[in-house]
């Protein structure tokens, strides 16, 4: 059973920082991208950042330049550094892992971390 772990949300002030972190375990498949969404209240969930398995990455336009996605030694680890937090970053953040297995893709999901920027 796959399963994908979050930690490192929190409440901070505007201007603070944060990193979260990501552990996997049960991912037996090759994995092609792993990135983080997130949710705001009422708002539908969005792409914050990926990087693929060649190390390329993507950022929302939102996020650049505050916010660096990289990748663990262990399968499946992702982390986000989050700088420079504004409120509007304010979210549930979401942990994606998608492997691959021949012609087929899997997707899979963390439980998601709170983070709220508050002044």
């Known amino acids: 059973q796959v399963q994908l772990v979050e930690s490192g949300g929190g409440l901070v002030q505007p201007g603070g920082f944060l990193r979260l972190s990501c552990s996997a375990s049960g991912i037996i498949f090759s994995i092609n991208a792993m990135g983080w969404y997130r949710q705001a209240p009422g708002k539908q969930r969005e792409l914050v950042a990926v990087?693929?398995?060649?190390?390329?990455?993507n950022y929302a336009d939102s996020v650049k330049g505050r916010f660096t996605i990289s990748r663990g030694n262990a399968k499946g680890a992702v982390y986000l550094q989050m700088n420079s937090l504004k409120p509007e970053d304010t979210a549930v953040y979401y942990c994606?892992?998608?492997?691959?297995?021949?012609?087929?893709?899997?997707?899979?999901w963390g439980q998601g971390t709170q983070v709220t920027v508050f002044s």
């Open positions: 994606n892992v998608v492997a691959v297995a021949g012609i087929g893709t899997y997707d899979y």
């Open positions: 990087i693929t398995s060649g190390g390329s990455t």
